[in-house]
């Protein structure tokens, strides 16, 4: 009855990859990109087909301003990984802060992450940019504050917030067995968080964080808004001195092509790493 | 119920600490930013609702047979998720408002969509993007065995989504449904960049008329953390008052 | 475990650290400016021909080739810094930048505010630019209907409140002009002068300045109040003196291809 492969008791099950997901599980990881790289094309000719012989072609145009666009997208890297590593390096003491056994300790803390998670990035932009010194004075030096460094602190403050969320779900996930055995070997309470927890957290919380990267990063161009000059300033300013109306739909598609191939790879890592760390 | 008062008030309070709150004593700048305050409110309950509509709606459609259906929907959440609010709002009013007009009176053309239109649309497609994966995943937590008994019971596909499915989905996606729509709430103060008169923008106006800008800021703040805080509120009060016992941690 | 002592010692130390970070006081314009080798001006980055961007990213225009006339002045180098008519005044007062040529106009309640030196370099009155289709005739014509307009320009509020226009502002100059377009509105409210180079233009052969011009008001650059009777104040008057005296404003007219203004002939005529 059974064939060769298979026995009546089987001992090891072979090895099952995970069911693919219910969207159809499609192959192609720039399939998407390529989609708006062909909306782009499509417009771009469209857009060609309308213009008269006397005006520069669209592609060319938009050849000619991509120097200048990698310039800003290369802004809008630099304050997407200033804020992140800012934001994670305050958000970690201040979500073990609201685990903290100091009732004082815990509900400030509590206080100043929901107040962060819950304005409008925006509005937290326009505070820093408006609000905060143009330098400080630390000591005898004066350290200068340019436009983009504040911009980048008040993007964050948000992700501080995020991160210190984050940190408090993930330690709070973690099996109380964990806290008993680390007493019952006597390990202080910042031991034990420092050793045994706190590690165990890195892995629950690198997917999400990965998402709040994604996030950050397409909240990048807010700072436009108050006036740093990232790419989509630069866009605004390469279609003014352009002057022409054509130019609109291809020069941003063009800039949210860009966008989308920076964060697609980073989406399909993110999802990756969590069906990898995904807690048994 | 005479306010003048209160208005008094805060102009001693602007002649004795120089904290200038025109917004309140000022009859001009009170109206203006109060209607700045319905129109976010506005768009945000517009937005709300349309974002969980198309949540539900692609969610289903996620589940369809037809594999071309599927990676479109796929197509379109991948490319809402992974560009920045603000630039889709730009090419949406700018460049694609700029083919979508149709002629008014005496010759002129006006845009087919207005302003708080196309933010509505722009940011209720974000969100929604967002809340299809949402349901997905809380309709794939539902077990097989509930729906296989639905179809027992002789439940067509779609009514065992309307009433047996999305109800244990919805529960199970509250929480982060919730941080969502905190999340979109948050996001409408970039209806500002298309000059949509809300809250961000009237006071923009305001601090540039009366050079007032830490304390218009400082009631930025506090008014937007207090509309979350409604929002939390009620989605706490939602989420207790679905708990199915015992079904859910 | 966190401590009471360890979250005391933090705070303690945030606090001084945020009472130091004062803005620092009176260090005079000029020397610093010596010292550091490099002026920094705040100039606009779209406003055609006044100042915008070509190819390079560099920003050009009529108002950065006088920014570069004070720098060579001085023998430093020249820093722009592109700004926008709502925050010109505040990189000012920050000290952000040293000196403003950003198409400001020349106003009482400005002068308040920062240090606008005299004399003035150019005149702008406000304007619509509308639809020939919507046939404005006279300033009243506006009332109820949607005018576009730039955030933070001063005569927002006076032409909302005096004739009724609904002001639909935006952050730029190159969101106006698409939305103006678009007809999302049926005029751009906006310097006179701007409208004059831009209807010479083909896209704009639709449109027209029917209406007279309002409010003519005088462009001034500007130092920070508290320098302009200092020695900052009193060179860039002296340039100002010399730009009209020589007529290298006219000049600079003549180059970015702006129509010759009367306001600078006037000028030139005064102080020659």
């Known amino acids: 009855m059974t064939t060769a492969k298979s026995t009546d008791l089987p001992v090891l099950l072979a090895v099952r990859k995970p069911e693919p997901s219910s969207s159809g599980g499609f192959r192609l990881s720039l399939w998407h990109g390529f989609v708006l790289a062909a909306a782009l094309l499509l417009s771009v000719a469209a857009a060609d087909a309308a213009a008269g012989p006397a005006v520069a072609s669209i592609p060319a145009t938009i050849w000619k301003w991509t120097p200048l666009i990698a310039q800003g997208f290369a802004l809008n890297i630099a304050i997407s990984f200033l804020a992140m590593a ?21 509900t400030s803390s509590w206080f100043v992450t929901q107040f962060f998670r819950n304005s409008p990035w925006l509005v937290l932009l326009f505070y820093c940019m408006l609000l905060l010194p143009f330098q400080i004075q630390i000591g005898g030096t004066t350290i200068p504050l ?20 984050l940190v408090r779900g993930a330690v709070l996930s973690i099996p109380y067995g964990q806290w008993e055995a680390a007493e019952s070997l006597a390990y202080t309470r910042r031991q034990t968080l420092w050793h045994i927890i706190l590690p165990q957290c890195v892995k629950r919380i690198t997917p999400p964080w990965m998402n709040l990267y994604a996030i950050l990063t397409t909240s990048t161009p807010l700072c436009a808004v108050v006036g740093v000059n990232e790419a989509m300033t630069l866009t605004g300013n390469i279609l003014n001195a352009e002057g022409r109306t054509d130019l609109l739909i291809p020069m941003y598609l063009y800039l949210l092509t860009w966008f989308f191939l920076y964060c697609y790879p980073i989406a399909r890592a993110t999802l990756a790493l969590e069906t990898r760390f995904q807690v048994r | 119920m005479d306010l003048q008062p209160i208005w008094n008030w805060f102009r001693t309070l602007h002649d004795t600490t120089g904290i200038n709150l025109t917004i309140f004593y000022d009859s001009f700048d009170r109206a203006r930013f109060f209607n700045g305050f319905l129109t976010s409110v506005r768009l945000m309950a517009v937005c709300i609702i349309c974002s969980v509509i198309i949540g539900v709606i692609g969610a289903w459609i996620q589940g369809s047979r037809l594999r071309m259906l599927r990676l479109t929907t796929q197509g379109y959440i991948q490319f809402f998720r992974n560009t920045p609010p603000l630039v889709q709002l730009y090419f949406f009013y700018f460049a694609v ?38 349901f997905r995943s809380g309709i794939e937590a539902v077990p097989r065995e509930t729906l296989e008994a639905a179809e027992s019971l002789g439940y067509s596909r779609l009514k065992a989504y309307v009433y047996v499915i999305l109800p244990l989905a919805f529960r199970i996606s509250l929480p982060a449904l919730n941080n969502n729509l905190v999340n979109l709430i948050k996001t409408t103060t970039i209806a500002y960049a298309i000059a949509v008169p809300e809250m961000l923008y009237i006071a923009n106006q305001i601090w540039s008329d009366e050079l007032n800008v830490p304390e218009m800021m400082n009631v930025l703040l506090l008014i937007y953390v207090g509309l979350v805080g409604v929002l939390v509120l009620i989605m706490t009060r939602l989420e207790r008052a679905l708990r199915v016992p015992g079904y859910m941690p | 475990m966190m401590t009471h002592r360890t979250f005391l010692t933090a705070l303690a130390g945030l606090a001084a650290l945020s009472v130091t970070a004062a803005i620092p006081a009176n260090a005079q314009t000029l020397d610093t400016i010596k ?64 000196l403003m040529i950003a198409t400001m106009n020349d106003t009482p309640e400005r002068q308040k505010v920062v240090g606008i030196v005299q004399p003035d370099y150019y005149a702008s009155g406000v304007n619509v630019m509308s639809n020939k289709k919507a046939a404005l005739k006279k300033w ?50 906006y310097d006179d002068t701007a409208f004059a180079g831009l209807l010479t233009e083909p896209k704009w052969a639709d449109f ?48 970015w291809g702006i129509p010759p203004s009367p306001y600078l002939q006037q000028l030139h005529d005064k102080y020659k």
């Open chain 3, 140 to 189: 009243e014509d506006v009332t109820g209907q949607k005018i576009c307009g730039i955030q933070g320009a001063w005569y927002n509020k006076y032409v909302a409140e005096t004739y009724g226009a609904e002001i639909v502002a935006f952050t730029g100059t190159t969101e106006a002009q698409s939305a103006l377009l678009q007809g999302n509105c049926i005029g751009w409210v």
């Open chain 2, 97 to 134: 408002g700029a083919y979508l007009r149709v002629s008014a009176g005496n010759g002129l053309s006006t845009p087919l969509v207005s302003n708080f239109t196309w933010a509505a649309i722009c940011l209720s497609f974000w969100a929604g993007a967002f809340n299809v994966e949402i």
């Open chain 3, 35 to 98: 010292q550091r080798g490099v002026l920094i001006v705040g100039s606009k980055a779209d406003y055609k021909p006044f100042g915008f961007r070509d190819p390079s990213g560099a920003i050009v225009g009529f108002e950065p080739d006088m920014a570069k006339d004070v720098a060579d002045k001085l023998g430093v180098e020249l820093q722009l810094e592109p700004v926008v008519s709502s925050n010109r005044m505040q990189f000012l007062q920050q000290g952000k930048i040293d």
């Open chain 3, 208 to 255: 027209e300045m029917a209406l007279p011009t309002i409010k003519e008001e005088p462009w001034g650059l500007a130092v920070k109040l508290e320098e302009l009777d200092g020695p900052w104040g009193k060179f860039m008057h002296d340039m100002l003196v010399n730009w009209h005296k020589s007529g290298r404003l006219i000049a600079l007219e003549k180059k």
């Open chain 1, 86 to 106: 800012i934001g994670t390096v305050a958000g970690v003491p201040l979500g073990l802060a609201q685990i903290s056994l100091l009732p004082p300790i815990r």
């Open chain 1, 146 to 165: 340019p436009g983009w460094f504040k911009s980048t602190i008040g993007l964050s403050l948000p992700v501080m917030a995020n991160v210190s969320e």
